[in-house]
């Protein structure tokens, strides 16, 4: 990119961004997830990645983050297969603690694409933008001639 492309991005950046002083962990999170919030928006404001209208994402993220750090705690306290006591007797179980860690995963491979918390999200943000063909203003008597 030349120069000129370059500070037109950034301004162009620039004037998309909002203040980040609304960047707080909402109310509604617990301890352990509000730590989680502070802990990505301090990383990523050394990028200046994310805005006001950031918070409910980063905090969805925080949440499941910490489900999947649970769901993993309970999968190795338990095991990938549980006993289930039914009218049958006793059976072997998938651990419900894996359908939610994997759902957790999910969630949270949204979020960080959206956040950029990837090198290769964030890199797919910074992506310039596709320079529009030049058109040579004199093709159009060469048109006319064929």
Do not use: H
């Amino acid at each position: 990119m030349s120069r000129a492309d370059r500070q037109k991005r950034q301004q162009e950046e620039e004037a998309l961004k909002l203040g980040r002083e609304k960047l707080v962990p909402p109310d509604w999170l617990s301890p352990a997830a509000a730590a989680e919030f502070v802990r990505v928006v301090d990383e990523a404001g050394k990028l200046g990645l994310w805005d006001n209208l950031d918070v409910d994402c980063v905090a969805v993220y925080a949440t499941a983050y910490v489900g999947y750090k649970e769901a993993t705690a309970a999968l190795a306290r338990e095991g990938a297969v549980i006993e289930r006591e039914t009218r049958e007797g006793t059976m072997r179980v998938i651990n419900p603690a894996f359908k939610m860690q994997v759902a957790y995963v999910k969630q949270i491979m949204t979020c960080s694409t959206k956040l950029g918390l990837c090198l290769t999200d964030r890199l797919k943000v910074a992506q310039p933008k596709k320079k529009e063909e030049k058109v040579n203003k004199f093709m159009k008597f060469f048109e006319d001639s064929y």
